[in-house]
């Protein structure tokens, strides 16, 4: 038996969960989401949701613990929400958003405008003397996760000095330089 599939997700108040032809949508007070299944069943038993699974078939196996984290992760989303926050560390990295544009200057020749899907929430916090901040809210983890990828992608933080874009509290390995 999966160890993440067996466990029934809890079901917060105020969060409704429905289940129908194969998908499964759960709203709450952030937002709507929905998720289609196979090869699993979804029961809504009052205030929690189990999933099993018919055999043990390695792919039935795989997709117990995923859809079951799956359904969590949107429980909690539509409840509480998602939060991803990035840090700029870099001399003249900064980042400013007008409502879903984020303009970053990453030491590149031009800045980079990134326009962010309506979903997400962004924010920039710049207080002198620390690193710039961007802060991504949303109720959809996957999103988050994805925006934030992409946003670290335009300078991944590089061994030597640990300049580039990472996420709050990343460890990166560091390299010692030249030894002369």
Do not use: C
């Not at 993440?4 to 429905?18: E, L, Q």
């Not at 003397?129 to 990828?149: C, E, F, M, R, Y």
């Amino acid at each position: 038996m999966s160890r993440i599939g067996k466990n029934p997700v809890a079901i917060p108040s105020g969060v409704s969960v429905k289940v129908e032809n194969n998908e499964i949508i759960v709203e709450g007070k952030l937002g709507k989401l929905s998720q289609s299944f196979s090869d699993v069943s979804v029961d809504v038993d009052g205030d929690t949701v189990i999933v099993s699974r018919p055999s043990d078939a390695k792919d039935h196996r795989a997709k117990h613990g995923l859809y079951r984290s799956l359904i969590s992760n949107m429980v909690l989303g539509v409840s509480k929400g998602w939060t991803k926050s990035l840090e700029l560390v870099g001399v003249g990295y900064r980042a400013s958003n007008q409502g879903q544009k984020l303009d970053l200057a990453l030491g590149f020749s031009h800045n980079i405008v990134l326009n962010i899907a309506p979903e997400v929430k962004v924010e920039t916090i710049s207080d002198k003397g620390k690193n710039p901040i961007v802060k991504l809210t949303s109720h959809d983890k996957q999103l988050v996760g994805q925006v934030a990828a992409k946003i670290r992608a335009f300078r991944s933080p590089e061994p030597y000095k640990g300049k580039g874009v990472r996420f709050v509290g990343e460890i990166i390995r560091r390299k010692a330089g030249k030894s002369a």
